[in-house]
């Protein structure tokens, strides 16, 4: 594993953790590795294209997701599991954002190209590769 491509996902985990929710993450596992994935919680994914391709998963625990997104706004949700999904998907574009800015600012050539929302068996799709976003459920 290249430690040089992970460490600035785990940076920019731990520091997006840090200022929207007041507390240090908590990384379970980072892997870079072929194969299937089983979601165990509510998570995000999104595509890396350039010269390096691939997937960079985000997946919390449902409890953590739910009181996640009670903290991020400001209180108690009524829709739960859709503020938990939404929480998680603007996590994870934040901790994308930095990491692909600090791998970009010291050379490679890469972009967040597509995004996937899981929950429940459900995914939602939003593709950034067209001039309009593309919104389509899975």
């Not at 992970?6 to 870079?32: H, K, R, W, Y």
């Not at 294209?49 to 960079?56: F, L, P, Q, S």
Request: aromatic letters at 4%; hydrophobic letters at 40%.
């Amino acid at each position: 594993m290249k430690m040089e491509l992970i460490q600035p996902f785990i940076n920019s985990l731990d520091a997006v953790i840090a200022e929207t929710m007041g507390c240090s993450a908590e990384i379970a596992d980072v892997t870079m590795e072929e194969g299937n994935y089983q979601r165990t919680g509510v998570a995000a994914l999104v595509g890396i294209t350039g010269e390096i391709e691939g997937r960079v998963i985000l997946d919390m625990d449902t409890a953590a997701a739910h009181q996640a997104a009670g903290e991020l706004t400001g209180g108690t949700v009524e829709r739960v599991e859709e503020a938990a999904r939404e929480t998680v998907c603007e996590l994870t574009n934040m901790v994308i954002g930095n990491a692909v800015t600090e791998l970009n600012n010291i050379g490679f050539k890469i972009q967040g190209s597509f995004r996937l929302k899981f929950t429940n068996g459900a995914a939602s799709c939003l593709v950034r590769e067209t001039p309009r976003p593309l919104y389509c459920d899975l």
